[in-house]
């Protein structure tokens, strides 16, 4: 049986997929509000079928728009995001051209940038203005995926985005948002065996995605951690730094088993989480 998981799994995720396709792209056509809501409950669908749990502390801020600034070390963080809270993406544009992927990608309504400081005004006024028109968004400020045992440096050009210099006090909030991934099949995952879950550098997509259909239960722990406004940390450098080091230091307690005291963890199944209004 455990030979026919990923067969299986496969199936069960294409029928999923086609089964929400339509309604998405008709809640697009039409402008509709459950264009945000239905890539969470795929997501969700994709959680449970490939047995993830999520382990969530902290709030979500409950005023908007928000940015929310994540480490990145796996697609799966795209997974857990998209089930938990109502956002886009900020990514790189070399995504737009992946077969399949982009399409899924542009379906949530992804935002495409150039990731060259020539460009980076250009890609700043597509994320303010995404944040402008009241979306949320995800932005992964590493530039790239890391091996989840650690957190690299964060580029900050893009966390400009999030200043409203006319009125500061009505600009997006930024809240980080820690990502790790923790046990496997029941085990606690150390450094050796995390890229199981974790995919990074030159690891081959397919031969990730296969190993990972074929897995036993896996959790992820996700904290959101207290908001902030740009103008709260006077500069983007500032404001960059803050949330680097709420997210490495809430990211080593987890990997760990140690968290920090935030507000009580609970487990949530990914068939069980609450939907946002």
Request: proline share 7%; aromatic share 8%.
């Amino acid at each position: 049986m455990r030979q026919l998981t990923p067969i299986l799994r496969v199936i069960m995720l294409i029928t999923w997929l086609l089964a929400l396709l339509p309604f998405q792209i008709l809640a697009l056509l039409f402008r509709s509000g459950l264009a945000k809501q239905i890539p969470m409950v795929f997501h969700r669908g994709v959680a449970r079928v490939l047995g993830l749990q999520f382990d969530v502390r902290g709030q979500i801020a409950d005023t908007g728009p928000i940015l929310f600034v994540s480490n990145h070390s796996s697609w799966l963080d795209i997974v857990a995001l998209s089930a938990l809270v109502p956002a886009s993406f900020v990514a790189k544009n070399e995504i737009a051209g992946w077969p399949g992927v982009s399409v899924l990608a542009k379906l949530q309504g992804t935002v495409f940038v150039v990731r060259k400081r020539a460009k980076t005004r250009d890609s700043l006024a597509a994320i303010a203005g995404r944040l402008a028109d009241g979306a949320n968004l995800v932005l992964f400020p590493e530039g790239t995926r890391g091996d989840g045992n650690s957190i690299l440096p964060f580029k900050s050009a893009l966390f400009s985005a999030a200043e409203n210099k006319d009125a500061p006090g009505a600009a997006p909030v930024v809240q980080p948002v820690s990502i790790a991934y923790t046990h496997l099949d029941g085990f606690p995952l150390g450094r050796r065996s995390r890229p199981r879950l974790t995919w990074y550098g030159k690891m081959r997509l397919g031969r990730h995605l296969w190993g990972m259909l074929g897995n036993g239960p896996a959790r992820i722990a996700v904290d959101f951690h207290q908001p902030v406004r740009l103008a709260d940390l006077k500069t983007r450098k500032d404001l960059a730094a803050y949330c680097r080091q709420v997210i490495v230091d809430s990211h080593r307690s987890a990997i760990s088993g140690r968290p920090q005291p935030l507000p009580t963890r609970t487990t949530i199944q990914s068939q069980s989480i609450p939907q946002e209004s």
